[in-house]
Protein backbone atom coordinates (compact mmCIF):
# COMPACT_ATOMS: atom_id res chain seq x y z
CA UNK A 1 0.00 0.00 0.00
CA UNK A 2 1.27 3.42 -1.00
CA UNK A 3 -0.47 6.87 -0.77
CA UNK A 4 1.17 10.19 -2.08
CA UNK A 5 0.29 13.36 -1.19
CA UNK A 6 0.77 16.24 -2.87
CA UNK A 7 -0.74 20.37 -3.80
CA UNK A 8 0.47 21.26 0.01
CA UNK A 9 1.83 24.93 -0.09
CA UNK A 10 2.09 28.30 1.09
CA UNK A 11 -1.50 30.23 0.44
CA UNK A 12 -2.95 33.74 1.63
CA UNK A 13 -6.09 33.82 4.04
CA UNK A 14 -9.31 33.56 1.50
CA UNK A 15 -7.54 31.26 -0.87
CA UNK A 16 -7.53 28.23 -2.18
CA UNK A 17 -5.89 24.60 -2.79
CA UNK A 18 -6.22 21.11 -4.32
CA UNK A 19 -4.72 18.14 -2.12
CA UNK A 20 -4.05 15.35 -4.16
CA UNK A 21 -3.67 11.34 -3.14
CA UNK A 22 -2.68 9.33 -5.35
CA UNK A 23 -2.75 5.67 -4.56
CA UNK A 24 -1.11 2.12 -5.52
CA UNK A 25 -0.68 -1.49 -4.36
CA UNK A 26 -4.42 -2.33 -3.43
CA UNK A 27 -7.88 -1.98 -4.97
CA UNK A 28 -8.82 1.51 -4.45
CA UNK A 29 -12.22 1.43 -5.29
CA UNK A 30 -13.30 -0.79 -2.60
CA UNK A 31 -12.16 1.25 0.33
CA UNK A 32 -13.28 4.38 2.10
CA UNK A 33 -10.65 7.26 2.40
CA UNK A 34 -9.94 10.00 4.37
CA UNK A 35 -8.54 13.41 4.95
CA UNK A 36 -6.85 14.27 8.25
CA UNK A 37 -4.57 16.90 9.38
CA UNK A 38 -2.13 17.94 12.22
CA UNK A 39 -0.74 21.15 13.32
CA UNK A 40 1.66 21.88 15.62
CA UNK A 41 0.98 20.57 18.65
CA UNK A 42 -1.85 19.39 18.18
CA UNK A 43 -3.64 15.68 17.78
CA UNK A 44 -3.57 14.57 14.50
CA UNK A 45 -7.60 15.21 13.48
CA UNK A 46 -10.27 13.92 10.86
CA UNK A 47 -10.94 16.78 8.28
CA UNK A 48 -13.03 14.85 5.95
CA UNK A 49 -14.37 11.29 4.74
CA UNK A 50 -15.46 9.66 1.32
CA UNK A 51 -17.38 6.47 1.00
CA UNK A 52 -15.53 3.72 -1.75
CA UNK A 53 -18.09 4.59 -4.45
CA UNK A 54 -17.36 8.40 -3.41
CA UNK A 55 -21.48 9.03 -2.92
CA UNK A 56 -21.25 9.18 0.53
CA UNK A 57 -18.73 12.13 2.35
CA UNK A 58 -18.93 13.50 5.84
CA UNK A 59 -16.86 16.58 7.46
CA UNK A 60 -15.17 17.91 10.54
CA UNK A 61 -17.47 20.73 11.17
CA UNK A 62 -14.19 23.54 11.10
CA UNK A 63 -14.53 22.69 7.50
CA UNK A 64 -17.87 22.07 6.21
CA UNK A 65 -18.63 24.26 3.82
CA UNK A 66 -15.26 25.37 3.18
CA UNK A 67 -13.69 21.75 1.60
CA UNK A 68 -14.58 19.05 -0.27
CA UNK A 69 -13.40 15.53 -0.57
CA UNK A 70 -13.66 13.71 -3.97
CA UNK A 71 -12.45 10.60 -5.64
CA UNK A 72 -11.65 9.29 -8.99
CA UNK A 73 -11.47 5.46 -8.84
CA UNK A 74 -10.32 5.02 -12.64
CA UNK A 75 -7.61 7.05 -11.40
CA UNK A 76 -7.26 5.68 -7.91
CA UNK A 77 -7.17 9.55 -6.38
CA UNK A 78 -8.56 11.13 -4.05
CA UNK A 79 -8.96 14.79 -3.63
CA UNK A 80 -9.32 17.72 -0.98
CA UNK A 81 -10.21 20.69 -2.49
CA UNK A 82 -9.89 23.46 0.24
CA UNK A 83 -11.53 26.80 -0.58
CA UNK A 84 -11.71 29.88 2.16
CA UNK A 85 -8.37 28.97 3.62
CA UNK A 86 -7.82 30.42 7.16
CA UNK A 87 -4.92 30.49 9.13
CA UNK A 88 -5.83 27.91 11.69
CA UNK A 89 -6.19 25.68 8.45
CA UNK A 90 -2.44 25.49 8.26
CA UNK A 91 -1.29 21.77 9.35
CA UNK A 92 0.26 18.83 7.93
CA UNK A 93 -2.29 17.23 5.85
CA UNK A 94 -2.60 13.17 5.39
CA UNK A 95 -4.28 10.62 3.16
CA UNK A 96 -5.31 7.81 4.98
CA UNK A 97 -6.69 4.31 4.31
CA UNK A 98 -8.74 1.71 6.81
CA UNK A 99 -6.33 -0.39 8.87
CA UNK A 100 -3.70 2.02 9.52
CA UNK A 101 -1.84 3.34 5.82
CA UNK A 102 -1.18 6.85 6.01
CA UNK A 103 0.38 8.83 3.63
CA UNK A 104 4.23 10.86 3.61
CA UNK A 105 2.07 14.27 4.56
CA UNK A 106 1.77 17.36 2.94
CA UNK A 107 2.40 21.03 4.51
CA UNK A 108 -0.69 23.35 3.89
CA UNK A 109 0.16 27.02 5.15
CA UNK A 110 -2.34 29.87 5.65
CA UNK A 111 -1.02 33.43 6.37
CA UNK A 112 -0.63 36.81 4.67
Known amino acids: VQLVESGGGLVQPGGSLRLSCAASGFTFSHYAMSWHRQAPGKERELVAA????????NYADSVKGRFTISRDNAKNTVYLQMNSLKPEDTAVYYC??????WGQGTQVTVSS
Open 50 to 57: IHSAGGST
Open 96 to 101: NRAQGY
